[in-house]
């Protein structure tokens, strides 16, 4: 097989391999670096040793992912507060779109609310739920756990039965039809409105790693309204270029969500944002938000 053929073909699976490493490791950069060392690994392996490419590939992604997942717990130790996966940020209503993480985070599967979900499962309760999900058999990801296939079967299970719960996706009319009612009533001020947009069982999440104040987890309509309130009332929120803390609405893992910018003299090189916000909605109002206020996270938005 030539190198260029070989090369157009690994780049036709780049979505799928993109969205299970994204999925396996919350990360973008983890997800890319997998996708990439994949790369390396296929042009290392002679083509009589693969039956089929595409099954091929997924495994290998993801017993790469599965080294990285079982590494996280000791690099977290020292994280602080809350941990939250990596946001994709892209412009409202893109057409065209030619990024593959781009088009895997449209995905339902690569929803923020389905990716904090898929963070409690252990490494290998979330490997064989991925990958059963993305097409390989119990047997495939057995091999890759090294356990009997019964046991693959169960962890995959187990994965499903935790991560059932969360919302199904409602149109995106819906989902922006709830931020703007959420927006609007935070800049209102008025409590009882902020109360009215949000979900009873809604839970508020920050992750910042230290670097601001944030929430970690707040749970409650109640509880949430006045969190945001008074963030709100300490750093000013609007969309106009005077506001104190502008925002702007951005896709956040493919659905509306808030991109945040606390200094507009900022050098646009260097420019990232200063929070981003993704929401999960039911019932037609925010059941989930998701504060990123790590900028280590954020380094690579591009709004352009």
Not at 123 to 135: D, N, S, T, Y
Not at 244 to 269: F, H, I, K, P
Request: proline share 5%; aromatic share 4%; net charge negative.
């Amino acid at each position: 097989m030539v190198a260029a053929l070989l090369a157009d073909l690994f780049e036709s699976h780049r979505a799928p391999l993109l969205s299970v490493a994204y999925r396996l490791t919350g990360g973008v950069v983890d997800a890319e670096d997998a996708v990439g060392e994949t790369w390396l690994r296929l042009t290392g392996t002679h083509q009589s040793e693969i039956d089929e490419l595409r099954p091929w590939l997924i495994a290998m992604v993801g017993r790469i992912c599965l080294d990285h997942m079982r590494g996280a717990p000791a690099r977290r130790e020292t994280y602080v507060g809350q941990w939250l996966p990596e946001p994709v940020v892209t412009k409202p209503a893109a057409s065209g779109v030619s990024d593959p993480l781009e088009t895997v985070v449209r995905q339902p599967e690569c929803r923020m609310a389905m990716m904090v979900a898929l963070d409690a499962l252990t490494p290998e309760r979330r490997l064989a739920l991925v990958l059963h999900e993305a097409g390989l058999s119990f047997e495939e990801i057995a091999d890759i756990l090294e356990v009997p296939v019964a046991q693959a079967r169960s962890a995959a299970e187990q994965g499903r039965e935790t991560v059932r719960d969360v919302p199904a996706p409602v149109s995106d009319t819906e989902h922006d039809a709830a931020v703007r009612k959420l927006l609007a009533a935070l800049e209102s001020g008025d409590e009882a409105a902020v109360v009215a947009a949000l979900h009873p069982d809604a839970v508020l999440m920050g992750d910042a790693n230290g670097t601001t104040p944030t929430v970690t987890v707040v749970g409650g309509a109640e509880r949430i309204a006045r969190e945001m309130l008074a963030l709100v009332r300490r750093y000013g929120i609007g969309a106009s270029c005077d506001a104190a803390t502008r925002y702007e609405l951005a896709t956040v893992n493919g659905r509306t969500g808030v991109v945040m910018n606390l200094d507009s003299a900022t050098d646009e090189q260097d420019w990232h944002p200063a929070r981003v916000v993704g929401f999960t909605v039911r019932d037609g109002v925010i059941w989930g938000a998701y504060d990123h206020a790590n900028p280590a996270k954020l380094t690579g938005v591009r709004l352009g």
